[in-house]
């Protein structure tokens, strides 16, 4: 990412935070704009021009706009899941589920 989780630099890094925020995971971060060999060569690692960049247990997943794409279809709980990540929204959507029951 741009930045720090705390002090995003750019909207799209903001983004990303804003997302992994709401689904309550832990994840590293790392501020590409404190080593310039970091920028260039993640880009060349995950064949991505752009930052910032999303990994899941080392898998490469995309940029801010596929993450938000994945968040708002509801995958990015299942792609979560199948690292063993139980995501926050899962539980709000199980809850949600038991409402509909009562
Ligand atoms: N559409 C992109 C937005 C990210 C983007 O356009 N990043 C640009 C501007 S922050 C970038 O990383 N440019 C190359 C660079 O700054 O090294 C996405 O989905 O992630
Ligand atoms: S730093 Fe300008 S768009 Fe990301």
């Known amino acids: 990412m ?7 630099r750019c909207g799209f890094s903001n983004a ?14 790392h501020n590409v704009l404190a080593d310039d060999s970091v920028r260039q060569g ?6 991505w021009p752009t930052i910032p960049q999303i990994f899941i247990n080392k898998e490469f997943i995309g940029g801010c706009d596929i993450l938000l794409q994945l968040h708002q279809s509801g995958e990015l709980i299942e792609e ?4 063993g990540i139980a995501s926050a929204l899962l539980e709000a959507e199980v809850d949600e589920n038991d409402d509909k029951k009562k």
């Open 2 to 8: 741009k930045g720090t989780p705390d002090m995003p």
């Open 16 to 29: 990303v935070v804003q997302i992994l925020r709401m689904h309550g995971v832990d994840y590293d971060a």
């Open 42 to 47: 993640i880009k060349e690692y995950s064949e």
């Open 80 to 83: 979560l899941q199948k690292v």
